[in-house]
């Protein structure tokens, strides 16, 4: 599960850079559920939140 999750991580912070699309149309896209678990493993796993870490480009 770690690994799936980390790699998730990875296509996320392509996306968030390299799109316009919001950040839960990305959760869906990736194939989460709800958002909010999409946003809580993306900020244990970099330690900023989707929309702290698209802000930092």
Known sequence: MEHIHLELVERAKSLLWGTEE?????????GFEHP????????????????????LN
Do not use: D, M, V
């Not at 796993?45 to 698209?54: N, Q």
């Open 22 to 30: 919001s950040i839960s149309e990305i959760a869906y896209e990736l």
């Open 36 to 55: 909010s678990h999409f946003t809580k493993i993306f900020k244990a796993k970099t330690g900023k939140s989707p929309s702290e870490y698209r802000n």
